[in-house]
Structures are given as structure tokens and as C-alpha cells.
């Protein structure tokens, strides 16, 4: 099931195991007499399709099942959406053995989820390749944090008004010794999957605070610094605002310069949990920033529930400004609507002189792209800011 943990994050235990009944009722509807379904843990079913004339034909169960999960769910007069990630595998095309059926269509599933969800996968060998792939980077990634591969780059935001640099983003980097530079993206999600998250993420933290206070004892002191922050480091189990708290201590930095990036999926996720966390770093006093603003989901109702303070337009608007002119609409109401909620607005991905005077014209406060800088070492950037 997509979008389970949410539920039962947000709406309770009991809503959870309410909500699994319901879903096995409706799966069973879908399926023949000869067919078996199971619940094996979690938010995860399995089902077993005999005597079917051609394999093909899982994938008319699976389309059923995903307009039959599609549709709401009611329980205690809540209206519930989830959806479904399906992997299918067959026998005895794929394997004859029954511990690599799971296998393989737990593979395939992964592959649906990484691909957007709410969709069907048949296995193919090529999946097992990647998901090999993906084991030895995880594998590769445990000792790259050890030896020392991983780096941060770092990039300017410059000031419209002044023109000068104001904060810098710190971007992962990791050079692997056979498969070169891994993108932080790709880094990120595979430390997702595992707790290694907490470690990558700590890891970003201190070594970006430290530079910070290298810079400032080099005088610049009114350099702000702002690091992204994957989903996953809002856990409660990982209690960074702890963390974040000791380092803002530690290196004696005014809060208000140090800005989180999260993303709009995060905002979505209106659990209680994450609505605690981001108001414990507000009060803080750390800047909240939403990172890639408008390419995620289109509820704009969190802007005004949750205390955040820059907007940062997603690089792919600028990068179509001129192009398509829906986007040169859309980027200035963007930047009204930031004016009027009081929030700072970043442009991402400038590049060219003309996109930085449409910014310029339509007051957008700061830019970031390689116009100005790509990401580049602390050293460059002691360089840039003198
Ligand atoms: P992001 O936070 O939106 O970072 C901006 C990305 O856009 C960076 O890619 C940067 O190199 C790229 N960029 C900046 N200016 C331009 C431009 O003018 N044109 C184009 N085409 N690209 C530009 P990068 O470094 O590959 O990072 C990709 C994403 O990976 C980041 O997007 C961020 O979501 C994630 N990421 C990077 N470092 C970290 C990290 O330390 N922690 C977490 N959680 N995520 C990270
Ligand atoms: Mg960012
Ligand atoms: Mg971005």
C-alpha cells in the first residue's frame, strides 16, 4: 500500500488496522475462487493467481486492484485515499524457486514506488541487476563514510538588492573509486533505505557548521548557510533539532543563519510528529526553507499552516522562462505571493542574463545558479566571497 505509514502516523494504530480490513475486503473482490490472498506484514498483501491462460493476464487483477484501492476509504466518517505499488513475477517463467518469487516481485514493486507509485511492474532480470547495483552502493556508501569520500560543494545565493553573496547551499558529493561521482540525489535515497540516513545526515551537518565557522573566522560573518534536509532526518528517533541545537551552541552561530531546506512532499505529510519538529526548530529560531517550491503537490493551505520562511522556486520554471509563457506568469505570482506571506523567494537554476533580469524586474529577493556560480569547493568560495 502507498502511503500507509502516513495513515497510521497521522490518524492512529487503530485507523491503520481498520483501514486493512477494508483493503482485504476490497482485494478479495477482485480475485477468483482459485486465487489466494495474504497478508504477510505491514502494508503489504500478496496475492497467488493459478491457472491463468497467459501471464499477461496479472495485469488485468493488477489494473482492478488499483481502481479498487483507488477509490476513498471511510472510516469513522474520515475519507481516506491511498493507493497501491504492485510487482508481479511469474512461474515458472521468472523462477521455479518460491523464496525468489518474493524476491522478484519485491523487486518489481520497489521499482513501481521508484517510478511514482500507484502503478503495476512485471519482474525483469534487468531488476536484479539494478537492485545489485543499488546493494553495493549502499555497501560502498558504509565506508565512504569511514574513509572519508564523501565532500560537501557548496553554492551562492546572491542578493538582488545588494548583489552580493548571502548565504551558500551545501550539495553532497561523493566520488566512488569505480563508478565515479555519484549524484547526492541518488546518495540520499539509497541512505533512505537505510538507517545510514542518520549518519549521512549528521555527517552534512557538522562538517557544514565547521566550514561555516571557518569562513566567519576569515571575517565573513554575515554568511548564511543552508543544507538540505531529506524527510527521513525529521524521524523522531533521530532527534536532530537536538543536534542542530548543540551545533548552533557549540559554534556560536545567530540561529536565524543557518536556513533547512525540506521539501514539499514533507509539508504534505501533516503529521502531528513533523508539525512538532519544524515548530521546535522555529522556535529554534532556524530558517525554514521549502526546496523545488511548486513542483510537488499543488496544497498551498500548508504555507499558511506551517511556519516557514523562504520559498525557493524550482529551477524548472526559470529554466523555461521565455519558452513558455505560462511559466513567466506563474513565476511572478510566485514572488506576490511571497511578498504578501511575508516570505523570502529564491530563484533556483538561473543561468542566463535574461532570466536574471525578468528575477530582477519582478523583485524576486535572491538567485542561485551558475549565472552566478556553479557549486563549488569551501576554498572557491572564500575566492568568490572576497
Ligand atoms: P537542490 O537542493 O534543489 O539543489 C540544487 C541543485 O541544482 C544542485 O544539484 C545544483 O548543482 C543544481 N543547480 C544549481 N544551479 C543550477 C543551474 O543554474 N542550472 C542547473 N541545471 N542546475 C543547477 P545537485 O548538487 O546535483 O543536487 C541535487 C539534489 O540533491 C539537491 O537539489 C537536493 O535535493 C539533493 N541534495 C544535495 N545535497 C544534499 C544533502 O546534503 N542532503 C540532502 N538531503 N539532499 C541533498
Ligand atoms: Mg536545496
Ligand atoms: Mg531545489
Redesign the pocket.
Known sequence: LDRFKHVNDSLGHHIGDLLLEQVGQRLSTCLRGVDTIARLGGDEFTVTLTELQKKQDAAIVADKIISELARPFEIHGQIIRIGCSIGITSFPDDTTELSSMLKNADMAMYEVKDKGKNAYEFFSPDMTKHANHRMELEKDLYSALKNNELYLHY?PITNLQTGKICTV????RWKHSKHGQV???KI?SIAEESDLILKVGEW?LKQAFQQLTRWRSQGYTNLHLA????TRQFDRKYDNVRLIKSLIFQHQIPENYIHL?ITESLMLEDSRLILDTLSELKELGVLLSV??FGTGYSSLSYLRKLPIDILKID?SFIRNLSLRSGDDALIKAIIAMGQSLNLTVIA????TKEQLTFLQQHECNQV????FS??VSADEISTLLK
Open positions: 553554492q547551499e551545501a550539495l553532497l549524484p547526492p540525489d540520499i552534512i543544507i538540505n534536509m531529506s531546506e526546496d523545488d529551477q533556483e537554476g538561473v543561468e542561485q545558479g551558475y549565472y556553479k557549486p
